[in-house]
């Protein structure tokens, strides 16, 4: 949906009660409106804007009774908000952000029902260690310039994952040993990483 303000929405949202799949387009949402509270059938929502995510200041209303099982946003600006926000996303199967602040990954950390999560971040921003807790996790993808303490070691927790996509991680020399303890894993992608070599307990993988 696009718009020029995202104030001229709020009767649209007042009246889109069966919407399930939302896409806005916009550079800043200062304020959802109020009326994005009657969206309660809700299941995809994407905030995005030329390659970067949108900044969205409050989201409030999307607080209450919901639906939703996949987010796209981006860099929040105001972290808190976004904190907030996924303590109450408790469906949320499907999740993509392009920002990872320290408050927010504590957050992430415990959605323990996320299936896929893909994180872009363009900038210098280490991407914090949020990956111990998911064990539902079935793809993940992480495109970053760093990661915390170097070290994927907390992948292995992923029991389920299927898909691991790494991508531009400048400090990623080392795949642990212990990636080959995963035995639902049938992808490993890692591109303009400078991996020097593959554990030898890979090829115990059966693909």
Not at 37 to 51: D, I, P, R, V
Not at 103 to 130: C, F, G, H, K
């Amino acid at each position: 949906m696009r718009c020029w303000a995202i104030a001229d929405l709020a009767d649209v949202f007042r009246e889109l009660i069966a919407l399930e799949e939302l896409a806005l387009h916009c550079e800043e949402i200062s304020e959802l409106p109020a009326t994005f509270g009657n969206l309660t059938l809700l299941k995809e929502l994407s905030c995005y804007n030329a390659g970067t995510g949108v900044t969205v200041k409050n989201w409030k209303s999307l607080k209450g009774e919901n639906s939703l099982e996949s987010l796209v946003t981006g860099h929040d600006a105001v972290p808190d908000a976004l904190q907030h926000l996924l303590w109450y996303l408790t469906k949320v199967k499907h999740l993509k952000l392009l920002c990872v602040h320290g408050a927010t990954a504590v957050v992430v950390r415990n959605m323990i029902n996320l299936v896929s999560l893909e994180i872009s971040v363009p900038d210098e921003q280490a991407v914090p260690d949020i990956f111990g807790n998911l064990e539902k996790l079935g793809s993940l993808k992480l495109s970053c310039r760093a990661v915390e303490n170097n070290r994927v070691e907390s992948f292995t927790a992923m029991t389920s994952v299927e898909d691991i996509q790494l991508s531009g991680i400048v400090n990623l020399n080392v795949i642990p040993e212990s990636l080959g303890n995963l035995y639902s894993l049938h992808v490993l992608e890692v591109e303009h990483c400078p991996i020097q070599s593959l554990p030898e307990s890979l090829g115990q993988l059966q693909v």
